[in-house]
């Protein structure tokens, strides 16, 4: 049974960087690692997907370290806007495990 | 473009009727996914399709649950003899194919409430 676990909030104040980890305890070796964020009333959004490394886009980083059992999602310079839940995601056997997600709240 | 819709928005059902939950992806994505959220909850995945086949119905939470999915495009989710406990956000999804590396396009989802 696939299993993410991640921290089920975090608090922030605007400015900061922000650094979200999700264990993958039963990666498979072909699986990319991906995160979403969610807002209230919103359904998910793809924020960034890797494999190993690290990877950046306009909007987060992504670290995954060589064994791949973890991987942390890097918000630079979190505004108010970037209070969300923050999922990672992890497929096993046909089936999507979202994980209980992030709860990130960022103060002014 | 277009992206995933769902109808109905809102839907208010008695307990012990039937509801039938509608899902039209973005055209040409050969993927689409069913989730349940409750209050406050994670996403509970239920559900994917590549085309019109499921290779795995074991997530829907019992025989009540059925979802179906014609001609790669439009998809519906029944629940039959609706429970209380059934009362939830059901998001829809799709994406260009299946697979987690696969981007998936989320819709505004349906809020079910069962009395």
């Known amino acids: 049974l696939a299993k993410t676990t991640q921290p089920i909030s975090m608090d922030s104040y605007e400015g900061q960087e922000v650094n979200i980890t999700c264990s993958h305890n039963?990666?498979?070796?072909?699986?990319?690692i991906t995160w979403y964020q969610q807002f209230p009333s919103q359904g998910p959004r793809f924020i960034i997907q890797?494999?190993?490394t690290k990877v950046t886009n306009e909007v987060a980083s992504l670290f995954i370290p060589a064994d791949r059992k973890s991987s942390t999602l890097s918000l630079p310079r979190v505004s108010l806007s970037d209070t969300a839940v923050y999922y990672c995601?992890?497929?096993?056997?046909?089936?999507?495990?979202f994980g209980s997600g992030t709860k990130l709240n960022v103060k002014p | 473009g277009a992206g995933v819709s769902q109808s109905p928005s809102n839907k208010v059902t008695e307990k012990g009727k039937d509801v039938e939950l509608r899902c039209d992806p973005i055209?040409?994505?050969?993927?689409l996914y069913w989730y349940r959220q409750s209050l406050g909850q994670g996403l509970e995945f239920l559900i994917y399709?590549?085309?019109?086949?499921?290779?795995?119905k074991s997530g829907l939470p019992s025989d009540r649950f059925s979802a179906e999915r014609t001609g790669g495009s439009v998809s519906t989710l029944t629940i039959q003899r609706t429970q209380q406990e059934d009362s939830a956000v059901y998001l829809c999804?799709?994406?260009?194919?299946?697979?987690?590396?696969?981007?998936?396009?989320f819709g505004p989802g349906t809020r079910l409430t069962v009395t």
């Open positions: 399709f590549q085309g019109n086949s499921a290779p795995d």
């Open positions: 995601l992890d497929l096993n056997f046909n089936k999507f495990y």
């Open positions: 039963n990666i498979a070796t072909n699986d990319y």
């Open positions: 890797g494999y190993k």
């Open positions: 055209s040409g994505h050969t993927a």
């Open positions: 999804a799709s994406s260009l194919g299946s697979g987690k590396d696969y981007e998936q396009y």
